[in-house]
């Protein structure tokens, strides 16, 4: 699962490097490959958003000092592994460090939402990745479907399928999903 050491620096230098073309998002680093992300969808968008709200009310109550936030890179130097999760939970003082990723050790929960583009992201590789990296909590929103899974550690044995509309418990946190939306037709 890991590169050389050498051949991710390089290619982290690379990918900063990039310049923004319209209609991309965020570059992600993985399998010794840089990957441009298409910008989402608004209705992917506006997932981010009810869940950030909604985990973002429970933290004072749960994990004082933390946030849920989205626009983070997360970076995993001994996988290899530059990814951009939609949204992380993690401390807000990572904030005020002057590093240019969190890191994985500090992050309880990772959050994708289903792309139409490139699902299998998502459901193997990001799995794989997030499980290696040792995040406890990683949950699965797909609105092609209306489904998601909740995926815990150890090594995310445990899986929890729900569909929108249902309360799902993410650890300690319960997330309503019945104001997310699918993608249209």
Do not use: C
């Amino acid at each position: 699962m890991s590169s050389d050491p050498a051949t991710y620096a390089r290619l982290r230098e690379i990918a900063g490097q990039l310049p923004q073309i319209p209609g991309t998002g965020q570059v992600e680093i993985a399998n010794g490959v840089i990957v441009m992300m298409i910008s989402p969808v608004r209705r992917h968008e506006l997932a981010v958003i009810r869940i950030g709200k909604q985990l973002n009310e429970q933290l004072d109550r749960t994990h004082p000092g933390f946030v849920a936030h989205a626009g983070a890179d997360l970076e995993d130097i001994g996988l290899a592994r530059l990814r951009r999760p939609d949204l992380m939970v993690f401390p807000e003082s990572i904030l005020e460090e002057d590093a240019a990723a969190v890191y994985p050790a500090d992050v309880l929960l990772a959050v994708e939402i289903v792309s139409k583009s490139n699902p299998e992201n998502d459901y193997e590789e990001k799995v794989r990745d997030y499980s290696a990296m040792g995040i406890p909590l990683y949950l699965i929103v797909d609105p092609r479907d209306g489904t998601g899974i909740v995926h815990s550690q150890p090594r995310y044995a445990r899986r929890e399928s729900f569909a929108f509309g249902d309360t799902v418990p993410v650890g300690p946190w319960r997330i309503d999903t019945s104001g997310l939306l699918t993608y249209g037709k």
